[in-house]
């Protein structure tokens, strides 16, 4: 059963960064992409950015080229969603997420409780 722990959630004023932290309990085979998706006030979810665990390869929304950074570190099953010049619009729950197999790497299967981010003045 998977269980992950986030953090790194909380508010920031427009331009500023956060660094979301999840780590995730479970056996990680290689055609397993990790990520993060969000969910915005009154709004649906959406995938922000995701990594392969066997080829490494990213997946990055528009929103979120050019301004957020993923990384993992494999050895201890954590990754990490660096945002940069976050906007009001970013402000959503941030959810640390699996998807397996072939699924898109935007979508995902299992998923955490979410850290909520806020960007406001």
């Known amino acids: 059963q998977w269980r992950f722990v986030e953090s790194g959630g909380g508010l920031v004023q427009p331009g500023g960064s956060l660094r979301l932290s999840c780590s995730f309990s479970e056996f990680t085979p290689e055609n397993y992409h990790i990520g993060w998706f969000r969910q915005a006030p009154g709004k649906g979810y959406e995938g922000v950015s995701s990594?392969?665990?066997?080829?490494?390869?990213?997946y990055y929304a528009d929103f979120a080229k050019g301004r957020f950074t993923i990384s993992r570190d494999n050895t201890e099953n954590t990754f990490w969603l660096h945002m940069n010049n976050l906007k009001p619009r970013d402000t959503a729950v941030y959810y640390c997420?699996?998807?397996?197999?072939?699924?898109?790497?935007?979508?995902?299967?299992?998923w955490g409780q979410g850290t909520r981010v806020t960007v406001s003045s």
């Open positions: 997420a699996v998807g397996v197999g072939t699924r898109p790497q935007n979508e995902f299967d299992y």
């Open positions: 990594i392969g665990l066997g080829d490494g390869a990213t």
